[in-house]
Structures are given as structure tokens and as C-alpha cells.
């Protein structure tokens, strides 16, 4: 019931959400036909005005607007006038997807062993070179990340592409370079999940019991420690699934974080207010995932 | 169009990415070392998936930007436009060494003794990608495509020569069909011309002149460039496009210069980093930067030593604009006073330093053969006195004003902190800098809303009016307020004189008019472009005043 409730809200809160998206566009200054060059006439400017419906009054416009949205259409993008907002986005999003779920892949691969073994060899030197990537992972930005990585393992060492999107070897430095920071902070989250669990009264009561070592931290220790990192994944997918602007930009692949910027700059309406549909959609199912994760890891929340 | 290839194909990845969220969600249960052996497995799994590599292209361009548009009536920028010339032509074309107009789909043509009629020979054999003629009916059909208002092409003030131009775009003219150009047979065309006008070839170069296939676009409307099987007029087809990533473009069998056309498959590259650019060049991914705008100036200082790195003058001033309607702005005098402090070699070696050329005038030198006259040069005497004739003795009185740029680079900036320096030195006067997002610069200049902008002009076509008719005070691009009988006058009639010399001469009187008398702008530099091009590498590429480099030409050197 709970779920249905919860599902029944997200067309609501995606529907405000967009609706302020769409009007606060429009109250930016300059519009999307502003260019260096003036129009050739009167007419011409009044015909492209036309074309896209921007004569009309903004109540007619926004009633357009939902009409198409209700039959999911987001309508011409202005800016590159060959395409709609669903061309765009049926060719852009797949691709941040992609890239975003192989860096999901990536943070949990690296985080979840690293975060583990920290935590099983507390204070000893795996340990503190743990600690010491986990720092690195957290305080490098991208913007200085994806480039370094690039100038060593492309530029120097010659092993990878620089850049563009389309072949295996293509798609593994991005990936890294997205993944790396959530990796370290899901290996900080395990690490102290893990830690406080080892200290728990009913890991002792398995120890005495006999419990062999390997099963006691796979089977009774993990379970209950990965609720932080389960808390923290609905946010990461979401943070990773819409695509990195500065990620794309250094390796120039053709995902969505490139639009959400340049649409804004660029005054194009429905583009912008696209992709604030998708991504607010996407981040509340998102978190409603993360919530029903948490309640079948964790049984006391489920009675609360 | 083929459908999008690797990773950009939905159902294969997303089918990757599926699989692999179920191993991940595995791993994060029980069996966790094994569970993360199957990640990494599942990683390459999904990508494998998703991924069948594209076959090579003979030749890999980087075009800067991703194009807003490539219809070649409606395009406006430069990067837009090579892909848009690539795809169809016009009448004339662009030569790749010098970048004048040389003969197209027309063969030759003929000028009527008062210069206002021309009849051009279509060649018998123009045809389209699909094989079918091309014949002066699609010529004129194409030409009141692009003219009427209803098309909205930014361009179509190019039409404004043609006669019945003008009114046709400004709805003054209802009938696009009585647009001063029509067939006398098959492959005759005739033209007629408002006035002579000298540098009508070279307009025709422009792709607002280019012919354009009717039934396609009758038949989709606005997606008709991403139709399938498009017909093309020009050397290349359309193979795909991929948002964001590349164009892909093949040799058109049936263009009529077919032999020539060096590069069978072409694929054109968007993308906005510089450096990302740079690094695919140098790692051979790319062949030829072909976009000025993809050099990254940070490392200016470096790359120009290389041998690879081409520099070359290019049709397009930087200036200041005045905003003649506010006070004390209205005072020609005051403007003068101004223009008369700044020191361009400074901004020129200490800002830019690209190896632009400080310039006075708004024309570049070389344009069309014209030699543009002088302008105000740094004089801080005569800025003073003129200063104080206005009534601002030592810069007392005056108030304070913004200069507006838009901030996307820094470049702007440091040029505006630098004449700031100047005023403040040399006249004792105040100026506040106002940096500007793109639109916000765009929607201030055109409605006058600032006191000074910095400014810029790329030229269109390679003649002086393409910059001097700005400041006509009926131009839509004037947006300083000035008007000015002369000035108009003086350009009307270079434009009706078929001779160059007198006709240079005319121009010149105008625009020292412009520059030394109204002074509603003062120009810094005239820009000039990088190309990086290793001449080992690739051939066919040659440095020109417009900065055109048709891909027809370029062709890869096989090692």
C-alpha cells in the first residue's frame, strides 16, 4: 500500500517540478532566437516566434506544454532545431546509463572489498593504504582526476584512448574516473559500518559459538554493516545515471550532462525542462528503491 | 540514415546494464569475494553487449560544436555551415586555396553591361545524390524557399540584392515567386540585381544560396535533413548523425565533380573542449582541427612553436561599441576622447597574444583587396582637449559607466580591465566592468541596453561591405543608435559603382567617417585563426581570409 502511495506521488512531484522549470526559464533574460546576427527582418523573427509557439501568452504555451507532455512528448528542442527533446534524449540518455551504471559497478567493485578489508584489518597497513586511496578518491575532483588519468594512462603510457565513446577501451577511463570518488566513500561507509558491527554483542555471542571466521563476517557481520552503503546508493545511481558534465566534457561523450548545462545557456525551453523530468523521475524512484532496499536489509525498520 | 551504432544502441546496452545491476545487487547480498569476481565479469560482459565498432573513416575532422542546424538556409554558424557546404551547393563555390568563389553547379555566367543582370549555364551534368537532374527550376525554387519569411532564415538578408528581395522578406511582397530570378530553360538561369553588385559570386558561395531538394522537404517539414536517403546537390551524403559525438558523411557518386572529391567516408567530430580536441589530434585520433575556436589559448605560448600549428588572418574584428543614445555617450567627441586612449599593441602582445594584428579599422586588411584607412590611433593630447571641449575637464563631471562582455572567457575581461586602466590614467575617468552571460550580452545589445559592449564581427564574404553596412542606420546589426546621412549615402553609392578602384575609394571615405568622425565603434584587432594541420599528414588544407577549408579537398596522406 505504502509502495502504491509513494508511486502514486512521483507524477505529482515531477509535474511541480517541471512546471517551475518551465517558468523560470522563461523568466531568464534573453531568449533562445537571440544571436549575434539580427534577424533578416521583422518577418522572419515573427515567423520563427510562430514556428515554436513563444507569440503566444505563457498560459497557452504551458497548457501546450502539458498537453504534449501527457502524450510524452517533450516537444522541439530550439537549439538544435533538426531534433526533439525525445530524439536528443532517446540518443543521449542511454548513453550517460551506461556510462553511470558501469561507474555504479566500478564504486561498489572497488569500495566494497576495499571498505572490508579495512575494516577486518583495523589499524594494521592494509588497513592504512585503504584509508590512503579513500582519501585520495575523496578529495581529487574529476576536473582534475579525468585529466590526470588521461595524461598518464593515455598520453604517456599509451594504453587507452583519449577520449570518445563508442569501443571497450574507450569507456574504461571515464568509468574509473566517475567511479572512483563514490568508490571511496562507499569503502568509508562499509569500513565503518563494519567496524561497529565486528563490536556488536551477538558477533561475540558467534564467536563462542563456534562460528568459523568466513562465515561469521560474510554471513552475520556484512549484512548489517552495508546499511549505510545501501542508504548511500539511491543518491549515487542517481548522481551517476544522469551524467557527469565534466566527465563528458574530458573524454567527449555524448550523454545528457553536456544538454543540461548548454540548454540552459542556450535558452532552450524544452530541453531544459526534459532533462528536469527525467533526472527529478529518475531520482525519486531512485530513493524510493533505496527505501524498500533498507527495509528487507534491515528488519527493525519495517515494525517502526 | 543508418540507425545509431555502438553503446549509442538502446536495447544492447541497456541489456548489458540490466545484467549487470542484477550482479550487483547479487554481490551486495551473501556471496560477496565470489559476487565480485562476477562484477568485473558482468563489467565487461555489458560492454561487450553493447558495442560493435564503427568501420574507419579515410578521414577525421574536428568541427568544434555541435551543429544546431545544417540546413543550409537556416544555418548561421561557422562550424554548421562546413557541414551545411559539405551536403549542398550553390551556384558558385569556395575555393579551397583561396577561399573566392570559383565556378559550382554553374559552369559560367554572363553580366549585362549595367552590371544588374546576370544569366548563368548550369551544368548538364549537376545531379542530385539520387541520380536526378538538377535544373534551374530547383535553383529558383530553392532561392524563394530561403527568402520567405516563413522559412525564417537568419540569412536571408543576403537576398536583399535580388530584386523584390527585400520586400519579400520584410512581407511587403507577398509572392516569393516574384524574387528576380527565373528560368530561361532547363540549365539558363537568369538574375536580376537591385543594383550592380560587385561581390554577388561571392555571395552565391554562401550557403544561403544553395539548392536544396523540394520533394524531401515538402514531404517531412523541419526533420527533412534527417530524412532517408536525402538528397544531397553537394559532395557529400549524409551517412548518420549522431548527437554530440560525429556526422558521418560519404561521397556523393553522382556530384558533378565526383573524381575530385579526395575522402570517400568523412567523419566530422563535435565536441566543446579544446584540450580533449588537442589530445585527439595529437594522439591521431583526429587528422585536422579544422575549428579555430578548438585551440585551446592557455597554451598558446606552446603550441605556436610547433611546426604543425598554422596561424593566418582571418575576416573578423574585435571593437568596442558606444551606446550613442545615453548620455554622455550622444557626444561624438566623448567617444573619440575615448577611442583615442587605448593602446591595442598592449592588449595584442600582453592579452591575446595570438599574433593578432592591432587594428584601427573595422575591415581587416586584405579584405577583398581593399586597404582600409586609419582610425584613431592612441593620441592622449588630443583625448584630453576633446575631453574638456565636451565639458569634462580632467574627467570631472563624468559619470560613471559599465562596459559590458559577455564572460565566458577571460579574454574579455582582460582586455575590459585594460582600457579601464587606460580611462582611469589618461582621462580621469571611471568605468565599472560588467560581465555578462551569453544571452543576457545578446538581449542588452540588441535592445541598447548598456553604455559601452565590447563587440565582434566575423565577415561573411570576402568584401568590405560585408562589414561596412552594419552601421548603415537601417541595419539590424548597427545596435549602437548612430545614423548617419552621409555614411549611408557614401555606401550606397560604392555599391552602385562597377569599378573597383572608384568603388574602394568611396568605401574608404566611408568608413573614415565611421571611424574618425561619428566613432559609434572603436576597433582593437582583427582576428586571426589557428589550424592544426601536420602537412605530412593531410593535404589539401590551405590558410585563407574567410576560413574556408571545403572537405572536398582534404584528403588524408597515406604513410
Known sequence: MKLIRRLLAIPLLVWIVATLAFFLMRAAPGGPFDRERAPASREVEAALQARYHLDESLGRQYLRFLAGLVQGDLGPSFKYRHHTVNDILAQALPVSLTLGWLAFGTALGIGIPTGF?????????????????????????????????????????????????????????????LGLYFAARVSRLLREGLSETLRAPFILTARAKGLGEFELLLRHALR?????????CGPMLADLLTGSFVIERVFQIPGTGAFFVNSFFSRDYP??????????????????????????????TRHA | MRPLAPLQNAPASMHGAFLFSVLTCAAVGRRLLQSIQLIQFAFLLALFAGCRPLPPADLVLHNGREPETIDPHLLTGQADGRIGSALFEGLTRYDPVSGNAIAGLAQGWTLSPDGRTYTFQLRTNAAWSTGKAITSTDVVWSWQRAVNPLTAADYASQYFYVENGEAICNGTERDPGKL?????????????????????????????????PRETLEKY????????????????TLEFWRVNDRIRLRRNPHYWDATNVQSAVVDVLAGDSAHTTLNLYLTGAVDFIIDKDMFPTELAEALRERPDFHRYDYLGSYFIRFNTTRKPFDDPRVRR??????????????????????ASHIVPDGTGGYHPPAGLEEDATTARRLLAEAGFEGGKGFPSFEYSFNAETKLHEHIGVEIQA?????????????????KTYLNNMSKLDYDLMRSSWIGDYNDPNTFLDLFLSTGGNNRTGWRDEVYDQLIQAANATLERQP?????????????????????????????????????????????????????????
Open chain 1, 117 to 177: 578489508i579495512g575494516a577486518v584489518h583495523r589499524g594494521r597497513w592494509p588497513d592504512w593504504a585503504g584509508s590512503f586511496l579513500v582519501l585520495a578518491g575523496v578529495c581529487i575532483p574529476t576536473f582534475v582526476l579525468a585529466p590526470l588519468l588521461v595524461l598518464i594512462f593515455s598520453l604517456r603510457l599509451g594504453w587507452f584512448p583519449v577520449a570518445l565513446w563508442g569501443s571497450i577501451p574507450q569507456v574504461l577511463l571515464p568509468t574509473f574516473a
Open chain 1, 224 to 232: 548489517p554493516s552495508l546499511l549505510p552503503v545501501v542508504s548511500y
Open chain 1, 271 to 300: 530541453l531544459m525542462v526534459g532533462l528536469v523530468i527525467v533526472y527529478s523521475a529518475l531520482l525519486l524512484l531512485l530513493n524510493l528503491a533505496t527505501d524498500f532496499a533498507y527495509r528487507w536489509l534491515d528488519p527493525r
Open chain 2, 180 to 212: 528576380g530570378v527565373r528560368a530561361l530553360g532547363p540549365h539558363t538561369l537568369e538574375v536580376r540585381l537591385v543594383n550592380p553588385t560587385p561581390f554577388f559570386l561571392e555571395l552565391l558561395a554562401s550557403r544561403v544560396f544553395a539548392i536544396v
Open chain 2, 221 to 236: 517539414g523541419d526533420q527533412w535533413i534527417r530524412s532517408p536517403g536525402l538528397p544531397c546537390s553537394g559532395p557529400y
Open chain 2, 337 to 358: 576622447a575615448l577611442g583615442l586612449v587605448i593602446n591595442r599593441q598592449r592588449i595584442v602582445g600582453r592579452i591575446t597574444r595570438m599574433g593578432e594584428r592591432p
Open chain 2, 422 to 438: 587606460a580611462f582611469r590614467e589618461q582621462l580621469g575617468i571611471r568605468m565599472e566592468l560588467r560581465p555578462l552571460e551569453w
Open chain 2, 503 to 559: 568603388r574602394f575609394e568611396l568605401l574608404a571615405k566611408a568608413e573614415a567617417r565611421l571611424l574618425n568622425v561619428g566613432a559609434p565603434i572603436v576597433p582593437l584587432f582583427s582576428y586571426v585563426g589557428f589550424y592544426a594541420l601536420d602537412t605530412n599528414r593531410v593535404a589539401g588544407v590551405h590558410g585563407n581570409l574567410l576560413d574556408e577549408h571545403p572537405f572536398w579537398a582534404i584528403r588524408r596522406i597515406p604513410r
